[in-house]
């Protein structure tokens, strides 16, 4: 709940979603932000974590039953996000794995696609990755320059991938690749790679970043890397550009749901703080400064909190539209960024340790306004529809 918007709750958290948010705090304590030093200094999630979450019903939590997920609506996916969220963890790849490439091989991938892979990453025993971005190519991804020639009855895949989301750890990795050089965005696809045992396939770096730490984010290599062609998303070439706008809706809502619960924890944490800390024979909260810098915040938060509502539940009933999810992945990654960094500044030097949870919002937010689909990129879409 947003701090100082008491009575408000999200329609969307019924009794079995909030049922799931708190089995998922329990695991987020236990396994990331109880674990957060050591997936920090080895900058990735051990795999376990996965498989747990998996055996907890907390991975592809809106995949049907019948491809081995929770039959849920994507309200129970998007619990299980905000309660990392909120714990302030951004080690764990959940949101790419579950909210977007699970979602990928649903909507368009074959019956065997989807039985094949749908659920080995319901059950953590696969990782996910998607792989658009390149180094001379990341907001204007028809210039990718990643090749997938047909061979017999093989893809063969050349290029560099860039910043990717679990890349050390994933073992599928849906990878957008031009299979027409000629044909701009029809001439792309979506291929899916399947890392183990995968010759011409190299992982590079894991990236050494301003924030998320824990989060293993890479480079990766593919040099003449074979996959049958029955890895092609959906069968048919030139489909990937359409089928990646498809999805963006929902992987923007992803971001903002992020941002929102991390905007809100940040609020409290400072509340708590700026009450217990004495100055001048009184405590920080008592300062006015303080007083209006966290009404603010505060309402910000609950602003923030009932426009999202409204999103997530046209996204639930089938109509949220791509504007309205790049206003809210602009806007609301720009507030949370701009929260927290106040917030902060209330901490004083404390604010910039980073023991301090508060220090440690500050370095993972700053991404939220890149990635995703830049917030520039997301204000060109907005700017589009009111032509
Ligand atoms: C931590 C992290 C995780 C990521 N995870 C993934 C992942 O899992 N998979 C993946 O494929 N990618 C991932 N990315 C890549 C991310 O999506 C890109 O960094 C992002 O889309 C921006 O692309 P770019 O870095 O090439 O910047 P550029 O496209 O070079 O943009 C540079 C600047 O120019 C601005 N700009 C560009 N075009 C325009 C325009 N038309 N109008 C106005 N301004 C413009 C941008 O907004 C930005 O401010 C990740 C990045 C990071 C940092």
């Known amino acids: 709940m947003s701090p100082g918007s008491a009575g408000y709750v999200s329609a969307w958290k019924d009794d079995e979603v909030l049922a799931l948010g708190e089995v998922a705090d329990k695991f987020v304590a236990a396994e990331l932000t109880g674990k957060r030093d050591r997936w920090e200094a080895q900058r990735y999630v ?27 609506t994507f309200a129970h996916d998007l619990i299980v996000f905000e309660s990392q969220a909120r714990a302030g963890d951004t080690a764990w790849g959940n949101g790419v794995h579950s909210g977007i490439v699970a979602h990928y091989i649903l909507a368009y991938g074959t019956e065997e696609q989807r039985r094949r892979w749908l659920p080995r990453l319901a059950s953590g025993e696969l990782i996910a990755a998607v792989a658009m971005t390149e180094p001379g190519a990341g907001s204007d991804l028809k210039n990718i320059r990643t090749r997938a020639a047909r061979d017999g009855s093989d893809y063969v895949i ?17 990878v957008v690749a031009k299979t027409d050089a000629e044909a701009g965005a029809k001439g792309i696809s979506l291929l899916v790679v399947e890392a183990e045992d995968c010759p011409g396939f190299v992982r590079g770096r894991i990236l050494d970043k301003v924030g998320q730490h824990g989060a293993d984010t890479s480079e990766l290599f593919f040099e003449g890397v ?47 703080y700026v009450k217990q800390r004495q100055a001048f024979g009184q405590s920080l909260f ?21 426009f999202l509502d409204s999103c997530i539940q046209r996204h639930l009933d089938g109509g949220l539209d791509a ?18 960094d106040r917030c902060l500044q209330l901490h004083g030097g404390y604010g910039y340790m980073r023991e301090f949870l508060i220090a440690r919002m500050y370095e993972d937010a700053r991404v939220q306004k890149i990635y995703g689909g830049s917030n520039e990129i997301m204000k060109d879409l907005v700017a589009r529809s009111l032509r």
């Open 46 to 72: 051990d795999r376990d974590v996965w498989r747990r979450a998996g055996e907890i019903g907390l991975l592809c939590c809106s995949i049907p039953e019948e491809y081995g997920g929770g039959g849920g």
């Open 158 to 174: 050349d290029g560099v991938k860039t910043f990717i989301s679990n890349g050390h750890t994933a073992d599928l990795i849906v």
């Open 226 to 272: 074979r996959v049958p062609a029955g890895n092609l998303l959906g069968g048919a070439e030139g489909q990937g550009f359409a089928q990646l706008m498809t999805q963006l809706a929902q992987e923007r809502l992803v971001i903002a749901a992020s941002a929102v619960a991390g905007l809100e924890a940040a609020v409290a944490v400072t509340l708590d």
């Open 286 to 306: 008592d300062f006015q400064n303080t007083k209006f810098t966290l009404a603010e915040c505060a309402t910000t938060a609950h602003v923030g909190r009932v």
């Open 323 to 340: 504007t309205t999810a790049a206003m809210a992945k602009w806007w609301l990654t720009e507030q949370q960024v701009t929260v927290v």
